[in-house]
């Protein structure tokens, strides 16, 4: 059933436009053909591309309670400008990776990212509060384009066996971008104030873009046979249209059931964010801005060791089943690597809530957060590559699919945790996240077992 699917040889055709002219590499026939540096370098692009959108919706962390004195408002409101910009990151992907299947990759990161970089001005230079909402979300849209198309980029240049650690660097990026945010938001509004943030988030945005445009090679090859002529008005509508058919991939059971998984796991992932910089600003540790940033320094170094380990487990695990099965590959293979994450992602929601709501010494809490963060990434690193390869050639559309319910359930969990930590406390809020995403396991039981299933049921009707 998930055997690769053999090369067609179709027409082809990689006509250099006036766009591919403007990058420095090469567009290629076959895209897997790139050197082995040359597609690591094009992993490392995306990668940063992707770190964009979690880092910009991050930024803004540590200048939490400025924004409450200089706007006169309160923390829910704030926290609206994180809420709009998740919700912008769950929708938009939805048409981006459909748009890169038409128009390119190369065109719809460089266009995208032009459209953010012009918002997050906007917002900079604002001095009311809801028209910084609202462009915060136009921003989360032009950003958020990489979530989806990067995947799509890596299915590219990778066969199956190779994109696991492919994978694993590029969620690396996504995962750390609302770690590292804090750190640096924290460090620059000291020093410049809330506003340089989303300065330097201009920049950042604007520099992104232009590495795409000059150094990211297109990488999707369309066969001439299926490239047909439409009507403008027909255009209009199939562009409009397009996330409705790639919601369908969420009736699949077995990529519903896991994207419900790594969803919780997420949204638990923005529920600790939002909090701590409310619990390490407030006596007993009352620390400063940028000593609230360097906490998430933590969470990076588990999310580091997880995506080397996890990545590279996964695509051994699918090697040894093609080793074992004459060359056939079966995507559930990974999931069976998931266990190795599955246990920290509580443990260290636990740990970390109760002691510093005890208000245990500043680094104790910190342990916790390193094991949340290094089962996270575990868990994702094992799943993307499953996500991506159960649907050959849509795993861009099945990725947007993740984002759309991860960043829906990251942004109501944006708006819960503060009200949820003031009202029963850092320790019991943490304890029912834990206790969510150890029940959500389950979700991973059944898809293991169902695929399982599927693989015997073709096996039974062979024999007479």
């Not at 136009?138 to 492919?166: K, L, M, N, Y």
């Not at 984002?403 to 019991?428: C, E, H, K, Q, Y």
Request: proline fraction near 5%; include cysteine.
């Amino acid at each position: 059933m998930f055997e690769a699917k053999p090369t067609e040889s179709t027409s082809i055709s990689v006509t250099q436009t006036w766009f591919d002219r403007l990058c420095f590499f090469q567009r290629r026939e076959d895209p897997k053909s790139h050197t082995v540096w040359q597609k690591y370098s094009i992993v490392a692009i995306i990668t940063l591309s992707a770190f964009t959108a979690p880092f910009a919706s991050c930024i803004l962390f540590p200048s939490f309670t400025t924004l409450v004195v200089d706007f006169d408002t309160t923390e829910t409101k704030v926290a609206l400008t994180t809420t709009v910009f998740l919700l912008g990151l769950a929708f938009a992907p939805l048409w981006w990776s459909t748009l890169s299947q038409e128009y390119g990759r190369r065109p719809v990161l460089v266009f995208s990212f032009l459209i953010s970089t012009v918002a997050v001005i906007v917002c900079a230079v604002s001095n009311l509060l809801p028209l910084i909402i609202v462009f915060r979300m136009i921003e989360a849209i032009g950003c958020s384009s990489a979530q989806s198309v990067g995947a799509g980029v890596i299915s590219d240049i990778f066969v199956p066996t190779e994109r696991g650690s492919a994978l694993g660097w590029f969620y690396l990026g996504t995962l750390i971008g609302p770690l590292v945010a804090p750190i640096i938001g924290g460090a620059i509004q000291i020093w410049l104030g809330w506003r340089a943030n989303l300065y330097f988030m201009a920049i950042f945005t604007f520099s992104a873009s232009m590495l795409t445009l000059t150094c990211l090679p297109e990488t999707l090859v369309k066969s001439a046979e299926n490239q047909e002529k439409i009507r403008w008005y027909q255009t209009i509508q199939r562009d409009a249209l397009a996330p409705l058919p790639k919601l369908k991939f969420l009736m699949v059971p077995s990529i519903a059931l896991t994207i419900a998984y790594v969803s919780i796991c997420f949204a638990s992932l923005y529920c600790f964010n939002t909090t701590l910089p409310y619990a390490y600003s407030a006596p007993h540790y009352n620390f400063s801005a940028i000593e609230v940033g360097l906490c998430y320094l933590s969470n990076c170094l588990g999310y580091a060791i997880g995506s080397v380990v996890g990545g590279k487990l996964s695509d051994a695990k699918l090697r040894q089943y093609q080793l074992t099965h004459d060359g056939e590959i079966h995507p559930a293979e990974r999931i069976k690597t998931v266990w190795y994450g599955v246990g920290f992602v509580p443990a260290g929601l636990v740990i970390y809530g109760w002691l510093v709501e005890k208000e245990v010494f500043w680094l104790a809490p910190l342990v916790g957060a390193f094991l949340f963060g290094l089962g996270l990434m575990l868990v994702t690193s094992t799943v993307m590559p499953f996500l991506v390869d159960i649907k050959p050639g849509v795993g861009a559309s099945v990725v947007a699919d993740l984002n759309l319910v991860r960043n829906i359930l990251a942004a109501i969990g944006t708006v819960l945790s503060p009200i949820a930590a003031d009202s029963i406390g850092f320790g019991w809020w943490m304890t029912i996240l834990a206790i969510i995403c150890s029940l959500s396991v389950g979700f991973m039981v059944i898809v293991t077992r169902r695929e399982a299933a599927e693989r015997k049921v073709p096996a039974s009707e062979n024999v007479v």
